[in-house]
């Protein structure tokens, strides 16, 4: 899930209601300055909570309540200004735009409604080029909002990931060109697997060494992909024993681990201590934690380098700090080179080439997107060299591993209709489709399933390596794992992450990390009791 997942791409979001002050933290270098207004003596109309949860060189990340004081309102319109030229390159559950120094921000279908005392969160990651200072009035609907405050201590999730927006934000300078030298592979022993099933396709289906049928029902445990590259760490919240009993609580079988290129690359713009050895050996840990417990391992590149500003950008920047609509040569070969040959010989990990794809979008046609997807090079509309899935395949198989790999498809691995006619050459035949399905995708109802993707699952085997919904209920996943059930498919839930606000701000599992479930959550934990 990725861009402004309203990610998708996707929100992470502080939902504290600071009490009305002025706050200033020392301007030196490496921290932030934020001051707010004074609060009145009546009670506002509205009042806002302005989070800077992080901020690194030349880049940070905010988040944003709105409390509504007055009458209900069935729509919104948030605005602001910038003192010192920063912009927005990637927002959350919100339209936003930019002019100048001025931010505008209206609201989403699903959150337009605020109640009189009720509030609504937003974010953005943004630049900043000398300072990032607060900005020093809000208004809701034109109502000018006192009692604002604000912050600069980190929040518990500052991931603007999630999954696909129709609505990116519009602004930013592209930041600097990333490094094109990555690191050499760390190391080329296989992790081994644990009691996790060694994998491979045959026909249809994934089969486990014994060549019994192997279905996942898993979660997505989001957080190597932006932790890192925000320089907040390298996983949001905890990755240890405790935490995966917390997962294996709910029958999940396998895990699907997003990553960020750069971080493991250690690109010049990732702090040293969240890249390159030090991040490899963090997901090698994780891996092997998790495949001692039985469970399979997705390996996810999630985010990766490259401008892109055309249709559906999920931010200007040149680094790997959001979605973009196809992964880049120079950087996603290597990290596949290098982490195929730190898996190689566990086949209890998969390979997941590259979340979200949208090529179409930025060549504006169907048949040259797809083209793209498979072949890379250059692209029409993307202004880098692209690394297409057979070049990504290649890469694997140069390195002696032979892992299963996952490839999504067109339109946010939402589109399947063409995965056959272009799907690479593998010389192992281990590739599986994999699919993407949320609420607000264009193929989310079961005429759609039967007609574009039971026709992809009777040829390959099929993974949904994403599903989830965005209205904090199970109305859209307890129909789609039965569909998926019944095809013998197997699917993965979007995410496995505390994030502020509960699954109000978007499709998150969990309200902590010992597995205490949203209404969400709830849901699909019911729909995998009981399953292999």
């Not at 060549?211 to 919240?237: F, L, M």
């Not at 606000?501 to 729909?527: M, W």
Request: glycine share 10%.
């Amino acid at each position: 899930m990725d861009t402004l997942h309203h990610r998708p791409a996707r929100p992470r979001l502080r939902a504290a209601i600071a009490s009305a002050s002025a706050v200033a933290l020392a301007a030196a270098a490496g921290t932030i300055a934020v001051v707010s207004g004074q609060a009145s003596a009546a009670t506002p109309a509205c009042s806002v909570t302005y989070t800077v949860a992080s901020q690194w060189a030349g880049g940070f990340s905010t988040n944003i309540t709105i409390v509504n004081n007055a009458s209900a309102i069935s729509s919104w319109t948030f605005a602001f200004s910038f003192a010192a030229g920063q912009t927005v390159t990637q927002g959350w559950n919100g339209n936003f735009t930019q002019s100048g120094a001025n931010v505008t921000v209206t609201n989403m279908s699903y959150n337009g409604t605020i109640a009189t005392g009720g509030s609504v969160s937003i974010g953005f990651n943004g630049s900043w080029t000398t300072s990032n200072p607060v900005p020093a009035a809000f208004t809701l609907n034109g109502t000018v909002c006192n009692g604002a405050s604000a912050s600069g201590s980190p929040s518990p999730s500052a991931s603007p990931s999630a999954s696909p927006s129709p609505s990116p934000s519009h602004s930013a300078s592209p930041s600097a060109s990333p490094s094109s030298s990555p690191s050499a592979s760390p190391s080329s022993s296989p992790t081994g697997g644990g009691s996790a099933p060694q994998l491979h396709v045959s026909g249809n289906k994934l089969v486990t060494s014994t060549g019994a049928t192997w279905t996942p029902h898993g979660v997505n445990r989001s957080g190597g992909e932006y932790k890192c590259v925000q320089g907040g760490g390298i996983w949001d919240g905890p990755a240890d024993q405790t935490s995966i009993t917390a997962i294996k609580s709910w029958n999940v079988n396998a895990v699907r681990v997003p990553l960020n290129e750069a971080c493991w690359n250690a690109e010049s713009y990732v702090t040293a201590a969240d890249a390159g050895a030090n991040y490899i050996n963090a997901v090698k840990a994780f891996v092997d934690l998790l495949n001692s417990n039985g469970l399979v391992v997705i390996l996810d590149l999630h985010w990766t380098d490259g401008v892109y500003t055309g249709n559906s950008s999920g931010c200007s920047s040149a680094q790997a700090t959001c979605q973009k609509p196809m992964p880049d040569a120079a950087q996603a070969i290597p990290f596949w080179s290098s982490v195929a040959s730190t898996f190689k010989g566990n086949d209890a990990v998969i390979f997941d080439l590259f979340n979200e794809p949208y090529a179409s979008r930025a060549t504006g046609n169907t048949t040259t997107g797809w083209q793209c997807w498979q072949s890379g090079g250059t692209c029409s509309g993307i202004g880098y060299s692209v690394a297409g899935m057979q070049q990504m395949v290649n890469a694997v198989r140069g390195a002696g591993a032979n892992n299963v790999l996952m490839l999504g498809g067109e339109e946010y691995s939402n589109d399947l209709t063409s995965w056959l006619t272009y799907k690479p050459t593998d010389p192992d035949n281990n590739l599986v489709a994999s699919w993407h399905s949320y609420n607000f995708n264009t193929c989310s109802s079961q005429s759609c399933w039967t007609s574009q993707i039971a026709p992809v699952i009777a040829q390959v085997p099929v993974i949904a390596g994403e599903i989830g919904e965005n209205d904090c209920s199970g109305s859209y996943i307890t129909p789609l794992t039965s569909w998926l059930e019944s095809q013998g498919t197997g699917f993965l839930a979007w995410t496995w992450d505390n994030w502020s606000g509960g699954c109000s701000s978007g499709p998150t599992l969990i309200t902590d990390y010992t597995g205490t479930a949203t209404a969400y959550g709830a849901a699909y934990k019911s729909d995998i009791a009981g399953l292999h």
